[in-house]
Each structure stands twice: as C-alpha cells, then as structure tokens.
C-alpha cells in the first residue's frame, strides 16, 4: 500500500513544513505543539544525524470512505534500517483514518518475510492509538513516537527481529 502511494506526487519535508492545522483541522493548538516536540525528540534519536523525512496526504483530510481500498494514511514518517541483498527492516509511524472515520496512530517495525508462504512484509510489536473518548491526537501520536524513538537506535539486524517475532529466517544461497 505504501509502495502504491509513494508513486503518486506526495508532499514530504522535515516536521516544520507539514501543514499541521490543514491535515488535522478538528485538533488544537495545544495538540500541535505537543506533535512538534514528539518530531524534534525523533529527530534527535536520528542515528543518521539528519532529521526525520515526513511524507502527507492531502487528499485524505476528509474520511475518503470506507470503499476505498488500503489504509488511508495522512502523515508518515519512515526510516529504512537495514536494506541489503533483498532484506529489509523499517520502522514507521503514522497517522491514519480507521474503518470507522477515526484517526488512529500507529507505529510497528516491518521486517522482510522469507516464509514459504510469501507475505512480502511482517509487522512486528506495533503499537495503535485510536484518536477517541479522552484519547487526543496528542496522546496517541506520543505514545505511538515513543516506540518509534525506541526503535531507531535498536537492533538493525532483520534476523533479530525475525527471531524476535518467531518467524522464518532468511534462506541463504
Ligand atoms: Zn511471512
């Protein structure tokens, strides 16, 4: 699905640029101040030293229904921990629409699947916060970034994640 999106023309920048008050127009200013901390504490974590890369999607401002196929996603930040010979680990954190119209905020580690059944991807240890009740975009976006912080300078070896969540190892030769 991310693949999919990721061929349209998608904004992306540092934190500073997303247009917080257009992509999310039912929260409020305090939550957005908190949004910002969350990205600077990630950006500091940044094994990289760069800060982290946001992609939005305008589009999905509005609840775009729930006949349309995937996951409709509005803010999201990926980073890439490993990427070599076919094997891959990213860790990732979103904001998106859930089935029901309400924002939820995720955060898992995918890993590359060498089952022999294909799944192509596993999502492993993910964390959701749905935005509902006493729950503010706030409070689901800093529990869902606290993982993701976790994650950044943890392990980058696909195999101890694999390992990790009882799944097959890579095949070699
Ligand atoms: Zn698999």
């Given at each position: 699905?991310?693949?999919?999106?990721?061929?349209?023309?998608?904004p992306?920048?540092?934190?500073?640029?997303?247009?917080?008050?257009?992509?999310?127009p039912?929260?409020?200013?305090?939550?957005?101040?908190?949004?910002?901390?969350?990205?600077?504490?990630?950006?500091?974590?940044?094994?990289?030293?760069?800060?982290?890369?946001?992609?939005?999607?305008?589009?999905?401002?509005?609840?775009?229904?729930?006949?349309?196929?995937?996951?409709?996603?509005?803010?999201?930040?990926?980073?890439?921990?490993?990427?070599?010979?076919?094997?891959?680990?990213?860790?990732?954190?979103?904001?998106?629409?859930?089935?029901?119209?309400?924002l939820?905020?995720?955060?898992a580690?995918?890993?590359?699947?060498?089952?022999?059944?294909?799944?192509?991807?596993?999502?492993?240890?993910?964390?959701?916060?749905?935005?509902?009740?006493?729950t503010?975009?706030?409070?689901?976006?800093?529990?869902?970034a606290?993982?993701?912080?976790?994650?950044?300078?943890?392990?980058?070896?696909?195999?101890?994640?694999?390992?990790?969540?009882?799944?097959?190892?890579?095949?070699?030769?």
């Amino acid at each position: 699905m991310i693949l999919m999106l990721r061929l349209m023309n998608t904004p992306s920048g540092t934190f500073d640029a997303v247009p917080l008050e257009d992509l999310f127009p039912d929260a409020g200013v305090a939550d957005f101040g908190r949004l910002r901390r969350s990205a600077d504490e990630i950006d500091g974590v940044q094994v990289s030293g760069k800060p982290q890369v946001w992609e939005w999607f305008p589009q999905h401002v509005t609840f775009p229904g729930r006949a349309k196929a995937g996951t409709p996603e509005i803010l999201l930040a990926e980073v890439s921990l490993y990427d070599e010979g076919g094997d891959w680990l990213e860790v990732s954190l979103d904001v998106e629409w859930t089935e029901d119209s309400l924002l939820r905020v995720c955060s898992a580690i995918s890993v590359a699947c060498w089952c022999e059944v294909d799944h192509n991807a596993h999502y492993i240890d993910p964390v959701e916060r749905t935005v509902v009740g006493a729950t503010s975009l706030a409070d689901a976006f800093e529990t869902a970034a606290g993982r993701f912080i976790q994650w950044l300078p943890g392990p980058r070896d696909p195999e101890f994640w694999r390992a990790h969540a009882g799944l097959s190892p890579r095949k070699h030769g």
